[in-house]
């Protein structure tokens, strides 16, 4: 369906996104069921490393320091604060001017400066990793899979619910994109947006699946690419198609059995792949060695410490429970409870309670990404705007609340 926005608008926002860099950019709260819960109900909470999540909070805040005044990063109408920058401005004062060097000073600080919520609904992860793809810079041989830059005229702009949606303008109207069938048949040849060339067009698929990646050249050396944008059209879960034509059972889908049953398959692979109308486009990036991708917070995602999550429901930078009870796909108990932030979201990441793991790069990693769908509980850990009876945290942890924004 089209959709028609003002052409001021949508000109202005897309400058306005590309500024924030970690294009955040505001969209409509929902509602979901919390209560407010304790730390003695987070299992194992005493025994996680809060020195490390201390410092990647204070990460977290140097990436909220930058973002301009008045930014949403997300969450849930629910939720009593951290929706809004100025809503962190205490916490991360507290950070910056705190002396917190050792694990109970860490634990203090978190239990000081943010309440627990748990969200009442069950608790849906997934995972997700940083894949490897082998790729040439030039078109030849067996590279033959072109890996596209975001074209010139691929903007964004706000639908009538304050949604971000990818399109162009087609006679005034803003319109989705070029689908998946229309550029593999050739509609953006010609361009110069080839950014390197892959062998397969089912390594495309996870590597837009992902949204991130690296590229292993044919002499060794390696390019790092991240999402760039999309087509704005629906996303449609290859693994869904796969069940819907009756080729595999729900229960079997994994990203192993969707790459074996479409190299078992490769004349319906182009029939498979393009019933999926999205498509992701990619940019070149730099990173240091042994970071991880940059996620859209803004900032590079660490293996089981950074989650994607809805951003109707939770908020960018937010501190996330993640408590796992439940069977794997072999029937054996899974049992995995540890602090997470939310630096991420994705397409197919959608309500209360649902998030995707990231679980860092190699086979090991893909492997249980690709098997892990498990249920579990989620708590938000949401930043408190003072402290009253400040405890001894850091040395100007009391003072801190001098200048925040009360909501």
């Known amino acids: 369906m089209a959709k028609h926005y003002s052409p001021l608008v949508c000109l202005v926002m897309v400058p306005l996104c590309i500024a924030l860099a970690g294009c955040m950019p505001g969209l409509p709260s ?20 809060h020195l490390q999540l201390f410092k990647m909070l204070a990460e977290e805040c140097q990436r909220i320091d930058h973002l301009p005044a008045g930014t949403f990063l997300g969450g849930a109408s629910t939720l009593p604060s951290g929706k809004n920058v100025e809503e962190w401005k205490g916490v991360c004062t507290a950070v910056k001017t705190g002396a917190v060097d050792q694990p109970a000073q860490a634990r203090q600080f978190f239990e000081a400066w943010f309440q627990p919520y748990l969200i009442t609904k069950q608790a849906f992860y997934t995972g997700y990793y940083d894949p490897e793809v082998p790729a040439s810079l030039t078109k030849g041989g067996e ?16 639908n009538a619910a304050g949604e971000l949606e990818f399109g162009h303008w087609v006679d005034a109207v803003f319109r989705p ?22 062998k397969s067009p089912v390594d495309l698929l996870f590597l837009q699946t992902q949204g991130s990646g690296r590229l292993r050249l044919p002499d060794g050396g390696e390019l790092f690419v991240g999402y760039d944008g999309r087509n704005g059209r629906p996303y449609v879960p290859v693994g869904r198609i796969l069940v819907r034509r009756g080729a595999m059972r729900a229960e079997d889908v994994s990203v192993k059995t969707i790459r074996a049953w479409l190299e078992a398959h490769p004349d319906q692979v182009k029939s498979v792949l393009e019933s999926n109308p999205s498509y992701v486009f990619f940019r070149s990036v730099e990173r240091k060695a042994g970071e991880g991708p940059v996620g859209g917070f803004g900032i590079a ?14 908020s960018y930078g ?3 429970w993640v408590e796992i009870n439940d069977k794997g796909r072999d029937g054996q108990a899974v049992s995995w409870a540890h602090m997470t932030f939310a630096q991420d979201s994705g397409s197919d990441i959608r309500g209360a309670g649902r998030g995707d793991l990231f679980l860092g790069e190699g086979e090991k990693a893909a492997t249980i990404a690709g098997d892990m769908k498990v249920y579990g509980r989620m708590f938000v850990l949401a930043p408190r705007l003072s402290l009253p009876n400040a405890p001894n945290v850091g040395a100007s942890t009391a003072s801190a609340s001098g200048g925040q924004t009360a909501k």
């Open 30 to 49: 929902a509602q979901m069921d919390v209560k407010p819960a304790d730390y003695s109900q987070l299992s194992g909470w005493e025994r996680e490393d």
């Open 301 to 314: 995602l660490q293996a089981q410490r950074s989650l994607a999550i809805d951003r109707h429901f939770v």
């Open 318 to 320: 937010m501190p996330v």
């Open 177 to 198: 994109y070029d689908d998946r069938a229309t550029i593999n048949a050739g509609s953006l040849e010609g361009k110069g947006l080839e950014l390197a060339w892959l």
């Open 143 to 158: 590279y033959q899979v072109p890996l596209y830059r975001r074209p010139a005229d691929l903007l964004h702009g706000r």
